[in-house]
C-alpha cells in the first residue's frame, strides 16, 4: 500500500504533466512523484504539498511492518527527499511522520537523520485510531529533539475526513489526552495540525475549538 519511491518505471508514451512524451526508461517512482507534485503546485499556485503517510517509505506505522534498515534504502529516501527540496524551491513541504519515534522510524522505515532537515514542517502523528495503541508523546517528544529543526506540528483529533466514526465521540479520552499533550509542550511546538471537517465535510463545531484555544493560550 505504499509506493517504493526507489522502483524503476516502465516506459510508456502515454502523456503526463511532468513528462509530455511519456516516461523514459529508467525513471524512478520517487522522481516522477515529485516532478508531477512540482507541476500540481506550480499550476495551481499552491504554497506547498503535505507528503501524507510517511511518504518515501515502505511499510506503514507499526514498528517492524517495514524493511529494516539498510544504508542503500537510506541514502535513497535521503536522495528523494533532497530532490522534491530542490525541485520545490520556494514552496513549503510537510511530512506526515509514521507515528514513530526517529529510532523506530530508523530501524524499521530506514529513515535517514539527515532526512528531517528537508522539512519545512513534520507532523508528529497522534491521531486516535492509532494512538490508543502507541506512545504518542514518545514520538512527539522525539521529534522536538531533532537538530535540523523542521517546524514539529502537535496533532489535535476531532474528526477524520476519510472515516466514518468522530474521534471526539468515538475516543473521547483520547482526543482529550492529544489536546493535553499540545498545551503542556505549547511553548516547543511550532504549530498544531488537524483535520477540520468530518467525512460530510461537516466542521469541526467552533465552541470546540475556541473551547481548547482558550486552554491552549492560556495554559490550563
Same mark, same amino acid.
Given at each position: 500500500?505504499? $509506493?517504493?519511491? /526507489?522502483?524503476? +518505471?516502465?516506459?510508456?508514451?502515454?502523456?503526463?504533466?511532468?513528462?509530455?512524451?511519456?516516461?523514459?526508461?529508467?525513471?524512478?517512482?520517487? !522522481?516522477? *512523484?515529485? %516532478?508531477?507534485?512540482?507541476?500540481? +503546485?506550480?499550476?495551481?499556485?499552491? %504554497?506547498?504539498? +503535505?507528503?501524507?503517510?510517511? *511518504?518515501?517509505?515502505?511499510?506503514?506505522?507499526?514498528?517492524?511492518?517495514?524493511?529494516?534498515?539498510?544504508? &542503500?534504502?537510506?541514502? &535513497?529516501?535521503?536522495?528523494?527527499?533532497?530532490?522534491?527540496?530542490? !525541485?520545490?524551491?520556494?514552496?513549503?513541504?510537510?511530512? $506526515?511522520?509514521?507515528?514513530?519515534?526517529?529510532?523506530?522510524?530508523?530501524?524499521?522505515?530506514?529513515?535517514?537523520?539527515?532526512?528531517?532537515?528537508? $522539512? %519545512?514542517? *513534520?507532523?508528529?502523528?497522534?491521531?486516535?485510531?492509532?494512538? /490508543?495503541?502507541?506512545?504518542?508523546?514518545?514520538? =512527539?517528544?522525539?521529534? =522536538?529533539?531533532?537538530?535540523?529543526?523542521?517546524?514539529? =506540528? &502537535?496533532?489535535?483529533?476531532?474528526?477524520?475526513?476519510?472515516?466514518?466514526y468522530n474521534s471526539m465521540s468515538n475516543y473521547p479520552a483520547c482526543s482529550r489526552q492529544l489536546e493535553q499533550t499540545a498545551i503542556d509542550n505549547r511553548f516547543k511546538i511550532d504549530g498544531?495540525?488537524?483535520?477540520?471537517?468530518?467525512?460530510?465535510?461537516? +466542521?469541526?463545531?467552533?465552541? =470546540?475549538?475556541?473551547?481548547?484555544? &482558550?486552554?491552549? $493560550?492560556?495554559?490550563?
Amino acid at each position: 500500500g505504499m $509506493f517504493d519511491i /526507489r522502483g524503476k +518505471l516502465q516506459p510508456d508514451n502515454f502523456g503526463y504533466a511532468s513528462s509530455p512524451e511519456g516516461i523514459s526508461d529508467g525513471t524512478t517512482c520517487g !522522481s516522477f *512523484l515529485v %516532478d508531477q507534485a512540482k507541476r500540481y +503546485l506550480d499550476d495551481l499556485a499552491f %504554497d506547498g504539498i +503535505l507528503y501524507d503517510n510517511q *511518504l518515501g517509505t515502505r511499510g506503514r506505522w507499526h514498528d517492524g511492518d517495514g524493511p529494516g534498515y539498510s544504508p &542503500a534504502e537510506a541514502t &535513497a529516501i535521503e536522495t528523494f527527499l533532497a530532490y522534491s527540496q530542490r !525541485s520545490f524551491a520556494g514552496k513549503q513541504l510537510m511530512w $506526515f511522520d509514521s507515528y514513530n519515534n526517529v529510532d523506530v522510524e530508523r530501524a524499521t522505515f530506514s529513515f535517514p537523520l539527515e532526512g528531517y532537515s528537508h $522539512f %519545512d514542517y *513534520l507532523i508528529a502523528s497522534g491521531f486516535c485510531v492509532m494512538s /490508543r495503541t502507541k506512545p504518542y508523546t514518545d514520538d =512527539l517528544a522525539s521529534k =522536538l529533539q531533532i537538530q535540523s529543526h523542521p517546524k514539529i =506540528l &502537535a496533532t489535535l483529533d476531532y474528526v477524520d475526513p476519510w472515516y466514518t466514526y468522530n474521534s471526539m465521540s468515538n475516543y473521547p479520552a483520547c482526543s482529550r489526552q492529544l489536546e493535553q499533550t499540545a498545551i503542556d509542550n505549547r511553548f516547543k511546538i511550532d504549530g498544531l495540525m488537524f483535520f477540520a471537517n468530518d467525512e460530510r465535510g461537516s +466542521l469541526i463545531p467552533q465552541s =470546540l475549538i475556541e473551547s481548547f484555544a &482558550a486552554r491552549f $493560550f492560556d495554559g490550563r
